[in-house]
């Protein structure tokens, strides 16, 4: 076994040290999934344990009960971006269980304009065509529970489809690892995203290419690298949930988001960049939910060149009633532009109700 652990990260690290290392790669895969979550500012790593477990942290798939479903779809910048998302988990027996997930992220019908002027110089909108970037993450998920109490691990196996029309596509691989520990009713997680590098190998095609590489001049000169890498992150969480008389509770759970480079989080060093967030869900009976929650806290320069710290608070709320849960979302509420906020639908099924 330490063999393998070892020639692992020995992979990713002659991976990461031979190709091109991006800052943000893979971007669309961080975004976050299940309302439920996204308003809580995602601080849920320590304490998710249901079907969105293999997005969150694949070690939670063990609390689940019985198969479930979920859905979500939101979209992003003035809806011209849509994301939508759908899983399946269930366990395996009383010690492990396994899920399914698929992410897209797509902007469809794109004017490209490039061939706009023909070789006279004359500008001819009928040469102006439309394509689709659409971006997909498929992760496959097992999670199981370690002999020592309290202790669950998970891991995910990712596939990563990238499509830019008919200019550029490319696939990714990689694998994430999640822990969680509960004790006296505290609860711990740690996520691990990218733990051997993703790396995604891009095939272009160069007879699109030649058509638009001088169409600026100065610009797009070379064919792009064909090899990206995302580098790992990771995530620490802690979560305690209150119980009240009048069948309401509470539940408070932070994270600590770190990336390995230096970033505008608000914890920035040459070796890890920080940036805390904080969540809340209020729960009257298990039925109806309230939920807020603070996060991606950044330093700010602004346009005088002075500095501040920005941050991005959210809200939700959720309904559950004989195992169907539908949950709201709205997020980036410190964006001053109304067109950039973001509203969120989830659902998620407990499947035992057809039974």
Aim: aromatic fraction near 14%.
């Amino acid at each position: 076994m330490k063999k393998i652990l070892f020639l692992t990260f020995l992979f990713g690290y002659t991976l990461t040290h031979s190709q091109a290392v991006r800052k943000y790669s893979n971007e669309f895969m961080n975004i976050g999934v299940d309302a439920a979550a996204l308003g809580m500012s995602n601080a849920v790593v320590a304490h998710t344990n249901d079907v969105n477990s293999g997005y969150w942290n694949p070690a939670g798939l063990i609390g689940l009960e019985d198969g479930q479903v979920a859905l979500m779809h939101a979209s992003y910048f003035a809806n011209i971006a849509q994301y939508d998302y759908a899983a399946y988990a269930k366990p395996i027996d009383n010690e492990s269980a396994w899920g399914i997930s698929l992410i897209r992220f797509g902007v469809d019908d794109i004017l490209n304009t490039t061939q706009l002027i023909d070789g006279n110089g004359n500008i001819d909108y009928n040469r102006i065509s439309k394509f689709s970037t659409a971006d997909y993450g498929l992760t496959l998920s097992y999670a199981r529970k370690l002999k020592i109490p309290g202790f669950q691990y998970g891991i995910n196996a990712k596939v990563i489809r990238r499509v830019i029309g008919d200019f550029a596509n490319s696939w990714g691989f990689g694998f994430d690892v999640g822990l969680q520990f509960e004790r006296n009713d505290w609860k711990f997680g740690l996520m691990l995203r990218d733990i051997t590098t993703t790396y995604n190998v891009w095939s272009i095609n160069e007879e699109e290419y030649q058509k638009i590489k001088d169409a600026v001049p100065g610009e797009n000169q070379e064919l792009p690298e064909s090899t990206e890498i995302t580098l790992p992150k990771a995530q620490f969480g802690m979560s305690k949930k209150f119980e009240f008389h009048n069948e309401t509770s509470l539940l408070a759970s932070g994270n600590l988001n770190m990336q390995f480079a230096k970033t505008n989080d608000l914890i920035a060093t040459d070796f890890v960049s920080i940036d805390p967030a904080i969540g809340f869900e209020y729960s009257y009976t298990d039925l109806v939910f309230l939920r807020a929650g603070v996060g991606n806290f950044q330093n700010v320069t602004q346009i005088d060149g002075s500095k501040k710290v920005g941050f991005q608070p959210n809200i939700g709320l959720g309904f559950k009633y004989r195992g169907i849960q539908v949950d709201y979302a709205l997020t980036d509420l410190g964006d001053q532009s109304a067109a950039l906020y973001s509203n969120i639908f989830s659902v998620k099924v407990d499947l035992s109700i057809f039974r």
